[in-house]
């Protein structure tokens, strides 16, 4: 699909001697939304900023040494060397001279003659390996103004990295008109420098520009028109992220410390094999213990206690990916960790002066949120009436953010209704659960609403599982009820002449919990991958018997 954008100007950071002014240029193609007031923190803001932009440009995938500047050295005097080497006598060596004299200025003419070829091949090579489609899609950061705050949202470069900057309207002073809404915004590297003369003594400016709107004329030469070609596997990963933050967790609340240890451990050392993780030890009423394979370096968090029922133990890999938390350390006031299970995200929340800031982690940097990890999957589904739907978003229209609970009383829908409706839009791009503040929010990722015929399977195992419910070819076993108000469903798919016994466990707001499958899938991966073609099929046949119930 593409994407079009349309700036008036170009994002810019005036520097003084006593203010900055950010001002950023906003997609004038959206609905006019601004938001211009001065910032009253101003260097857990610029550490916050640049913490963002650091994401923005991260990327742990494995890159190849570079030896062009080798190979071209090598090829230039390979020659020479031989010569020299074969050298014996004097005469000889004079002889060589004007020949070498010579074919060093033909190799010059030919250098200067070959250069922009050679120029234009580098940057031909250089955008294959770093900007491939299938691996990154460069996309501006998109900003939200509510009620409330204002927040930034932003992929990394090998899509593993999810962020999010939200700041609280109290850390702003000179508020004026604002407009809420969504809106990308112009973003270059050249800002990050720009970021870092922010001072405390000097008044800073945050200005989402709303001059861009009173242009009438698209003429107009400073306007900047991008038309971006997004996949639809992008376009997945942002959804998958916002689908991750509601579903179950584990959570964790550590001393700053605790996090400075961690980055402590991973700049100290190197791993030459794995297994590259970290296993979390949790006991209910104890400290959060850490175990750093493949070294076993255990970190014991004596400032954090596990508040979690049950002990357990998680791992999770991508681990260097929390270096991005660093320079947020000295001014968090703690780290809200969430975990979804063994080699599944994390959601990495730091509690700032009037700022969160969100990092959310896939499983492993090879899994990014585009490729792997169907979390909408997982999520609560069945079916909703358009007139609810349409109730339940003009409900969260009117309010921009709330609870589930809110929501409810303001339709007159049961929560679970409303739950649905709240599941179908966040998978739809148009809705975002907030997790540090568990409301949530209304967000537009595109202009224009997603193609959701095209993103309705939002990967091969849900389009196995619909076509395994329209050929009939799943058994329903019976019906487990369990404490909690989750439930224990069982059966048997077919596909071809095998058959797969199957289970799955729903929670009491129709979650995927756990789940069995005698398919080669859930035997390699279990559920980090989502859950296999016949859970799917077992959930939706079980919604279908339950919505005619």
Known sequence: MRFQYRYYGATSVDNGASSTTMRFAPDTLRPPTYFVADVNRRVPFREAISALHDVVTADQRYQAPDKTAYKTWLAANEERLLAEFQARSSDLRARQAPILEELATIRARKDKVLQPFHKAQSRFFSYLFLTNRDMWIVLDPVITVHPDRVFFECFSRDESSYASLS??????????????????????????????????????RLAIDPGGFRVTTADDPAFIEEKIDVPDAWV????????????????????????????????????????RSIRFVLAPGEPVRAVFEPWNVEVVCRRSVYRGGTAEEIRIWGRRRLLLLE???????????????????????????GMRFTLGLSGWVANDWSRAGS???????????????????????????????????????????????????????????????????????????????????????????AAIVALHALDEGPVEALPGGAVRLSGTARSGDRRYRTMLVLDADQR????????????????????????LALRLVHARREAIA
């Not at 990050?192 to 001072?199: A, N, S, T």
């Not at 509601?246 to 996090?259: K, Q, S, T």
């Not at 995927?512 to 016949?534: K, S, V, Y």
């Open 167 to 204: 700041c609280d309207h109290e850390m702003f002073d000179n508020v004026g008109e604002f407009a809420c809404g969504t809106t990308n915004i112009d973003y270059s590297d050249a800002l990050y420098d720009e970021f870092q003369k922010i001072r405390d003594y000097k008044t800073t």
């Open 327 to 353: 320079r947020l350390i000295p001014l968090a006031q703690g780290f809200t960790v969430h975990l979804m299970g063994n080699g599944m995200p994390s959601f990495w929340i730091a509690d700032l002066p």
């Open 236 to 275: 997945r990963g942002f959804l998958q992220v916002s689908s991750a933050m509601n579903l179950p967790a584990r959570r964790l609340d550590l001393h700053p410390m605790d996090v400075h240890n961690f980055c402590h451990v991973l700049r100290r050392r190197r791993e030459r094999a794995g297994p």
């Open 512 to 535: 995927i919990a756990d789940g069995a499958c005698e398919c080669n899938q859930f035997t390699q991966h279990r559920l980090r991958h989502g859950p296999c073609p016949h859970m």
């Open 375 to 465: 979390f909408d999957l997982l999520a609560p589904r069945g079916d909703v009436d358009d007139d609810s739907k349409s109730r339940v978003y003009a409900a969260l229209a009117q309010r921009w953010f709330a609870t589930a609970d809110a929501l409810a009383a303001d339709t007159g829908l049961d929560r679970a209704a409303v739950e649905r409706a709240l599941t179908l839009y966040t998978q739809a791009g148009r809705v975002i659960y907030d997790l540090a503040h568990g409301v949530y929010r209304l967000r537009e990722l595109a202009r224009d609403p997603l193609p959701l015929d095209t993103l309705r399977f939002a990967s091969a195992a849900e389009q196995d599982a």
